[in-house]
């Protein structure tokens, strides 16, 4: 009995193509790159000197070396990481908070006539 295979059936996809988890040669490329750039750091510094590095440290260090790669898009993707550390908000707070005087609020009520000092309601 031959079977029948739809064509558009799972064992049909399957048979062309690259085969699930082997990377294209751009891919391996941009690793190879990276890894060759991470070396090149390391070396220069000792043990304690990469245990000693802050995350603003190790991202500047990631935006420069993207940035002489010519890889502006990557490098400023990193550069918005990075901006928190550098750049920090200015709270509500603690921004001035002059007001121009259009906008300034309206000064206190005065009566037009004196309030006696204990008024009769009723």
Request: hydrophobic content about 40%; glycine content about 4%; aromatic content about 2%.
């Amino acid at each position: 009995m031959t079977r029948i295979m739809h064509p558009h059936s799972l064992e049909n996809l399957r048979k062309g193509g690259r085969r699930p988890g082997i990377r294209n040669k751009a891919t391996v490329a941009r690793e190879l790159a990276a890894s060759a750039a991470i070396a090149a750091l390391t070396e220069k510094l000792s043990a304690d000197e990469i245990a000693a590095l802050t995350p603003k440290e190790v991202l500047a260090s990631a935006m420069i070396i993207l940035f002489r790669q010519g890889r502006l898009i990557e490098a400023a993707n990193v550069a918005e990481k990075l901006a928190p550390f550098v750049h920090p908000r200015v709270a509500p707070e603690q921004a001035g908070s002059t007001l121009p005087p259009d906008l300034t609020p309206d000064p206190e009520p005065t009566p037009d006539e004196d309030v006696p000092e204990h008024p009769v309601l009723g």
